[in-house]
């Protein structure tokens, strides 16, 4: 099953770390692959569309449950919030156990949560929603960090960004149907049982897909292929483990200027995604009142534009190389995108907030493998899944305060002064990141290798 051998510049590797690596490691790309990463991303698809599933139509929910929407709120901000303090744990175990571990334990609590739901199908039971939603949300600690290593693990050095965008395409599309399918799925009616009946067609379709999936990644997910995609993975392959130390690893990350600036620069644009997809339903209703399946359709147009420029950005990095420069020209226009929609919301074309949140999905969606793949290279050989973990984690902090603040300001001030806030961070992020320097140590090391 071993196919597409790289070219190699001499017959056994030497490691970074002085050690000789074992000559029989031969660098060759497994088929598998492929299916590893289609099954990851559908997972992951279907955790994500269960995180935005109630905030996509929030007011139906806030009638269903009688509760605030500020409740509804933190059941997508639960997502955020547990991820922190689980990060460490979750990535050591990814380091000490491998990725299949993670894999199961991913698919299988995304499949519990789902269940878990089907348990809160009348309006007093909310407190069981909840609970199903906490699983959901311990299931993403599992999956947020996976896309890198995945791509690392499993692919080319040719086509590594092109993996690491797909498994995070999958993410994306999963909330790209949170947006769509809920509003179809269970109309704004009066009548609480009628209510209750298309809400439990939404759990049970979810909990099955679920399901299937779990049993898919028991059978074909593997820890890794015979041999090495890359110079770079032999080589860290080659490692002893006892020379790893997970806490070093963390400290040396902390004490990497570049990655550091990339965390916050990261956390700040991806929290801004964040806040804007939990808050997209009422922002639109407010402005455009009973259109509930738009405020879907909009929510879509982000993720959906959001999918072909995370590709693009993954493809155009596999070409050129140009970290530094691509996550820059994302990143100014990511504000530029955030601008233009601040001041067209309230226009009263429908329309035109599709074209605006669609060009600000485009980038700030491209923007999330960009992050990923710039933080590899900047910290390699450091594990792929504590770089990005703490990237998300940056990402979750900052999504909560968002979400809180921009929603707290909505209420008082309107939709424009609480998207203003966006942009303002948008900006700080913009100029955070021309002080990154392109250091890029992973891509040295398969140069020097070959």
Not at 214 to 237: D, M
């Amino acid at each position: 099953g071993m196919v597409l051998q790289e070219p190699a510049g001499a017959p056994s590797l030497s490691t970074a770390a002085g050690g000789v690596a074992d000559a029989t490691a031969e660098v060759q790309l497994s088929r598998l692959r492929w299916a590893v990463l289609l099954l990851f991303s559908s997972y992951s698809l279907c955790n994500a569309f269960q995180w935005i599933q109630y905030g996509s139509i929030n007011n139906v929910f806030v009638r269903f449950y009688d509760v605030s929407a500020f409740a509804i709120d933190w059941l997508s901000m639960s997502y955020m919030l547990i991820y922190i303090p689980l990060l460490f744990p979750v990535a050591w175990l990814l380091d000490k156990r491998g990725l299949r571990l993670i894999a199961l334990a991913g698919s299988a609590l995304n499949a519990m949560g789902a269940w878990v739901k089907l348990g809160s199908l009348k309006p007093h039971l909310f407190p069981v929603t909840v609970l199903g939603q906490v699983i959901c949300a311990l299931a993403q600690v599992f999956i947020l960090g996976m896309p890198s290593r995945i791509a690392s693990v499993w692919f080319g050095s040719h086509e590594v960004s092109t993996a690491c965008s797909i498994a995070v395409f999958g993410n994306q599309l999963g909330i790209a149907a949170g947006f769509l399918i809920p509003p179809v799925l269970i109309p704004n009616v009066e009548d609480v049982e009628k209510l209750a009946y298309h809400i439990s067609i939404m759990f049970f379709m979810t909990a099955g897909v679920a399901s299937v999936l779990f049993i898919l990644v028991i059978i074909v997910f593997k820890e890794k292929p015979p041999n090495p995609p890359s110079r770079a993975q032999a080589s860290i392959q080659s490692r002893p483990t006892a020379e790893y130390s997970y806490m070093q690893s963390i400290l040396r990350l902390l004490r990497n200027a570049n990655f550091l600036l990339l965390m916050v620069t990261y956390g700040l644009n991806v929290g801004c995604f964040y806040a804007l997809s939990t808050l997209l339903s009422r922002m639109v209703i407010h402005h455009y009142p009973g259109e509930e399946v738009n405020a879907g359709r909009i929510g879509l147009t982000i993720v959906l534009s959001g999918m072909v420029g995370a590709l693009i950005s993954g493809i155009w990095l596999d070409k050129t190389k140009t970290y530094k420069q691509t996550t820059l020209v994302v990143y100014i226009m990511s504000l530029v995108g955030m601008i233009v929609y601040t001041f067209t919301l309230s226009l009263g074309h429908l329309w035109v907030v599709f074209v605006t949140a669609g060009s600000l999905g485009f980038f700030m969606t491209g923007y999330l493998p960009l992050g990923f793949e710039f933080a590899a290279e900047l910290t390699y050989p450091e594990s792929e899944g504590t770089s990005s973990g703490l990237l998300n984690v940056s990402a979750q902090i900052f999504g909560i305060a968002f979400t809180i603040g921009q929603g707290q300001i909505m209420d008082r001030f309107g939709t424009k002064a609480g998207n203003l806030l966006l942009c303002s961070f948008l900006f700080l992020g913009t100029v955070m990141t021309v002080f990154i320097k392109a250091d890029l140590r992973r891509q040295q090391a398969n140069l020097d290798e070959q």
